[in-house]
């Protein structure tokens, strides 16, 4: 049973910085090649994608609202993913919640780790 791990979450003022990190286990493919995303969710609103590292190409891909504030990266001998996250704004205040895409196309969740920008 694929199991995903975040943790890195917590509370952070205007401008500050936090790295989330999500460790995968549990699997039996090569997570080299698994589609790694960072989604968000703010209470009251949908879901969103924050940013993507597509399979074992490393093609990234990241949302208009954190482009030049948040890196994704991956530690493959780690199985794990990180989201460095800087000059943090109070929108940034989310759940945000680790997704893997194997390379057969199952898709994983983590459980979820609370992000709080606030003064």
């Known amino acids: 049973q694929v199991q995903l791990v975040e943790s890195g979450g917590g509370l952070v003022q205007p401008g500050g910085s936090l790295r989330l990190s999500c460790t995968a286990s549990?699997?039996?493919?090569?997570?080299?090649?698994?589609?790694m995303r960072w989604y968000r969710q703010a209470p009251g609103k949908e879901r969103e994608l924050v940013a993507a590292m597509i399979g074992s190409g490393g093609r990234i891909l990241y949302d208009d609202s954190v482009k030049g504030r948040f890196t994704v990266s991956r530690d493959n001998a780690k199985n794990t993913v990180y989201l460095s996250m800087n000059s943090l704004k109070p929108e940034d205040t989310a759940v945000y919640y680790c997704?893997?895409?194997?390379?057969?196309?199952?898709?994983?969740w983590g459980q979820g780790t609370q992000v709080t920008v606030s003064s």
């Open positions: 997704g893997l895409v194997s390379p057969m196309g199952s898709a994983y």
């Open positions: 549990g699997f039996t493919f090569a997570f080299r090649s698994s589609t």
